[in-house]
């Protein structure tokens, strides 16, 4: 009896084990037999619209029928996201990134406007850029200070923001692309005003407007859409960063997928379904961005 009574122990912890185990991320043979991909996405500018379309949602929407399987948009927000798909949280410290805890896998790729950041690259695999971006610094129409004047040289554009900047209030979001963390604003003096209500990106205009602080960063995808729907009432003063560029991210353990993504990817801009959703999401930002949209397909 004692022997039954530990084996059954020991059935019970095995199961119990099983239960709270965080689900593992599938590779593409996985996710074809299971028959569906599972898109990890935030309701952010034309993005992800929280209306079931927008420029990513369409790009994976292809994408799924490209290998065959059906689509399922799965929402969540920027603070979230990587814990979503790898099923662990992610710890920074300066440079250093790890990864803690266990938690449930909620889908396979993230696709919702998600920069390629180093410290990110540390943890996923990310695809081909699917868009570009940069870091703006943000006022209101009503502000002193006056927008820059370009010049050829982004850095010193740059540098010359970021004096404008000086030490005065700037709200920022932490754990996202607006993370002053990410451009070297930490530290400097400036008055950073976490913004924590929310996060959505989407409420940084509104609370600028509503005077919580001098200036606000967004990203240029971002700032297309803001320009118009706050016309009159901002302005972009100058560069933060270099440009950037937007892509699919996946598990380190899904490279076959990230593949099938890239291939997709190619195909979807030779046969011009890719420009068609650049168009329709983005109308004109082929504009802000020459030499990325004229690159080879």
């Known amino acids: 009896m004692p022997t039954l009574i530990r084996f059954c122990r020991a059935l019970a912890a095995g199961a119990l084990l099983m239960v709270m185990a965080p689900a593992v991320a599938d590779d593409l043979k996985d996710i074809q037999a299971r028959g569906e991909i599972r898109h990890i996405g935030i309701r952010y500018a034309n993005f992800v619209t929280g209306a079931g379309d927008g420029f990513d949602v369409e790009l994976v929407q292809g994408f799924a ?89 982004l850095r010193r554009d740059i540098e010359e923001t970021k004096a404008i900047l000086g030490r005065k209030s700037l709200l920022v979001m932490e754990k996202t692309c607006l993370d002053p963390a990410n451009y070297g604003l930490k530290g400097k003096g400036i008055d950073l005003k976490v913004y924590s209500k929310s996060s959505n990106l ?40 270099e440009e950037q560029e937007l892509a699919a991210a996946f598990p380190k353990s899904s490279p076959a997928l990230r593949d099938a993504f890239n291939d997709y990817l190619k195909k979807s801009r030779a046969d011009g379904t890719y420009q068609k959703l650049v168009r329709k999401y983005y109308l004109g930002i082929e504009s802000y961005f020459p030499a990325f949209f004229a690159r080879p397909q």
């Open 65 to 153: 029928r490209h290998i065959g399987v059906k689509y399922t948009l799965v929402y969540s927000d920027f603070y979230n996201v990587i814990r979503d798909l790898l099923g662990k949280d992610v710890v920074r410290k300066g440079d250093e990134v790890t990864l803690a805890g266990d938690y449930p896998v909620k889908g396979d790729l993230i696709a919702t406007g998600f920069t390629i950041l180093p410290w990110r690259e540390k943890v996923l695999l990310y695809s081909e850029p699917t868009f570009p971006s940069q870091v703006l610094l943000v006022a209101r129409a009503d502000s002193p200070f006056t927008p820059i004047k370009d010049s050829t040289d």
């Open 202 to 241: 989407n409420e940084m205009v509104p609370a600028l407007l509503n005077g919580e602080a001098e200036f606000t960063l967004l990203d240029v995808p971002d700032a297309v859409l803001d320009l118009q729907k706050w016309a009159g009432r901002i302005k972009v003063i100058g560069p933060i960063s």
